[in-house]
């Protein structure tokens, strides 16, 4: 295998990993990483150099990957979105999807719009006992006022029962989606959503209320 000059290992490293620093030297390199662990490795070699180069590229992105916070997903464009408790504690989040309020469908408290009207929790478990279908027209109303001052957050612990369940139920509300239209729409953003059985029961109910009727047969094996 060819010998590879300090120059050229330097350029193969620095085009592959990002790294920021290769000291000169016969055998030996320094690695400087661009998060500032540094490792004395062996580059005789091409391929020693490219698989440093590799290595050191792949740990960087795991590190990203693993601080990388998926954003909630987005219902109405601009002015519906659904997620999660931890979603709905990050300033960030809030700041960058222009969120304006929040319906927190969680036993736990959150901080960020903990005061003032733009702030409606419904303190509910995730359980079969758990009644929402009390709560849908407040939840419905509350959202309707705040829409027009900006983006809402409907968000519950993990973002898959409760949270869907509100988000499903206010679709029916506004957009005069059935229980099934609502369901599929939802769960073409969010492909992991899962109200679970006692829920679904009072979205069929909302259904009948809404509409007179019942349209949707939640005897479906997809219910």
């Not at 662990?37 to 091409?46: L, N, Q």
């Not at 408790?85 to 408290?109: M, Y």
């Amino acid at each position: 295998m060819p010998v590879l000059s300090v120059n050229t290992t330097r350029a193969i490293l620095l085009q592959h990993a990002g790294l920021n620093r290769v000291l000169r030297g016969n055998i030996w390199y320094r690695i400087q990483r661009s998060w500032g662990v540094s490792d004395t490795v062996w580059c005789m070699t091409a391929r020693p150099a490219l698989w440093i180069a590799v290595t050191m590229r792949k740990r960087r992105k795991e590190k990203e990957l693993d601080n990388f916070q998926p954003y909630p997903v987005e219902i109405l464009p601009a002015k519906l979105y659904m997620g999660n408790f931890e979603q709905a504690c990050d300033q960030q989040i809030q700041k960058d999807l222009k969120i304006k309020a929040q319906v927190n469908i969680s036993e736990q408290p959150a901080t960020l719009f903990a005061e003032g009207s733009k702030y409606l929790h419904i303190s509910v478990p995730d359980s079969l006992e758990a009644n929402l279908f009390s709560s849908f027209a407040t939840i419905c109303h509350f959202i309707d006022a705040q829409r027009d001052c900006g983006a809402v957050l409907v968000f519950s612990t993990l973002g898959i029962s409760r949270s869907s369940t509100v988000t499903m139920a206010y679709l029916m509300h506004s957009c005069q989606f059935s229980l099934k239209r609502a369901w599929d729409y939802v769960l073409k953003c969010k492909t992991n959503v899962r109200p679970h059985r006692a829920f679904v029961k009072q979205l069929s109910d909302w259904e009948t209320q809404i509409y007179g009727t019942t349209i949707t047969d939640i005897s479906e094996p997809n219910y």
